[in-house]
């Protein structure tokens, strides 16, 4: 049976970009996502860029999240963001544990359970982010890693929680390396994540967005979403230039 879910190809700044180039960069993007009404598009620009292109993306079909927030509501904690401020900020979705916050800033998944409690309580949606080592898929450990990982910051929530819920896969081996996984090494990770899914919340788990995220690019995107489990692309490097995300964008169905 043919899946309902809306495709979803976000990109995913990192720490990159001048002011100059995300304004440039979002009003590219908004161009090329309105040729595509059967596909959404999503920007994670860094903070301090948020509110530039949420002014640039409003009354369009792009989305906005931030890469992060804090595990505290509000408060005397200098240097951190709260979800309510991001609320604020105009986004609407939170990247929560991707795989350099979980590996170089060692991120516990009882912290990121934490963040993703926050996020909800705002309302917006949460992006759960899992994901091996090279080490764990070598020793036959994948799949147990990853729904550890989701277990770990999911299995608590409430069934209507749920609707606010996405997950990207991102196998920690393929981010940033030009070595995407296979499509069908990515599909069978996405089916045993919706497998998964399905006895935390029946209901969730055929609407449950499931995005594939590691060296994505126009090359090979079209394999990978033709998966039946593969929802959408989580996108670094190739999301950073124009010509590359347009493409993406074109691509992503
Ligand atoms: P790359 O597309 O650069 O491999 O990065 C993937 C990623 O980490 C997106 O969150």
Same mark, same amino acid.
């Given at each position: 049976?043919?899946?309902?879910?809306?495709?979803? @190809?976000? =990109?995913?700044?990192?720490?990159?970009?001048?002011?100059?180039?995300?304004?440039?960069?979002?009003? &590219?993007?908004?161009?090329?996502?309105?040729?595509?009404?059967?596909?959404?598009?999503?920007?994670?620009?860094?903070?301090?860029?948020?509110?530039?292109?949420?002014?640039?993306?409003?009354?369009?079909?792009?989305?906005? =999240?931030?890469?992060?927030?804090?595990?505290?509501?509000?408060?005397?904690?200098?240097?951190?963001?709260?979800?309510?401020? $991001?609320?604020? &900020?105009?986004?609407?979705?939170?990247?929560?544990?991707?795989?350099?916050?979980?590996?170089?800033?060692?991120?516990?998944?009882?912290?990121?359970?934490?963040?993703?409690?926050?996020?909800?309580?705002?309302?917006?949606?949460?992006?759960?982010?899992?994901?091996?080592?090279?080490?764990?898929?070598?020793?036959?450990?994948?799949?147990?890693?990853?729904?550890?990982?989701?277990?770990?910051?999911?299995?608590?929530?409430?069934?209507?929680?749920?609707?606010? @819920?996405?997950?990207?896969?991102?196998?920690?081996?393929? @981010? =940033?390396?030009?070595?995407?996984?296979?499509?069908?090494?990515?599909?069978?990770?996405?089916?045993? $994540?919706?497998?998964?899914?399905?006895?935390?919340?029946?209901?969730?788990?055929?609407?449950?967005?499931?995005?594939?995220? =590691?060296?994505?690019?126009?090359?090979?995107?079209?394999?990978?979403?033709?998966?039946?489990?593969?929802?959408?692309?989580?996108?670094?490097?190739?999301?950073?230039?124009?010509?590359?995300?347009?493409?993406? @964008?074109?691509?992503?169905?």
């Amino acid at each position: 049976m043919a899946n309902t879910r809306t495709p979803l @190809i976000a =990109g995913n700044w990192k720490m990159n970009l001048s002011l100059a180039e995300a304004t440039a960069l979002a009003s &590219a993007v908004k161009d090329a996502a309105a040729k595509y009404t059967d596909r959404d598009v999503l920007l994670y620009p860094t903070f301090l860029q948020l509110t530039r292109v949420a002014e640039i993306v409003k009354g369009s079909r792009v989305l906005l =999240g931030a890469q992060n927030c804090s595990a505290e509501k509000e408060g005397a904690f200098t240097g951190e963001i709260a979800a309510a401020q $991001i609320k604020d &900020a105009g986004a609407g979705y939170i990247l929560i544990g991707h795989s350099e916050r979980r590996h170089i800033l060692k991120e516990s998944d009882a912290f990121l359970k934490t963040k993703i409690d926050r996020v909800l309580d705002e309302g917006l949606m949460a992006m759960l982010c899992v994901g091996e080592t090279l080490d764990e898929r070598e020793s036959g450990r994948a799949e147990t890693v990853v729904l550890n990982q989701l277990n770990a910051a999911l299995s608590h929530l409430t069934k209507d929680a749920w609707k606010h @819920i996405a997950i990207a896969y991102e196998p920690v081996w393929a @981010i =940033g390396t030009g070595k995407n996984a296979t499509p069908e090494d990515a599909q069978a990770m996405h089916a045993a $994540i919706r497998k998964r899914i399905a006895l935390l919340n029946a209901d969730a788990a055929p609407t449950t967005r499931i995005l594939y995220g =590691g060296s994505v690019k126009p090359d090979n995107v079209a394999a990978l979403m033709a998966k039946e489990d593969i929802d959408g692309a989580l996108v670094g490097g190739a999301s950073l230039k124009a010509e590359s995300f347009s493409e993406l @964008i074109k691509l992503a169905k």
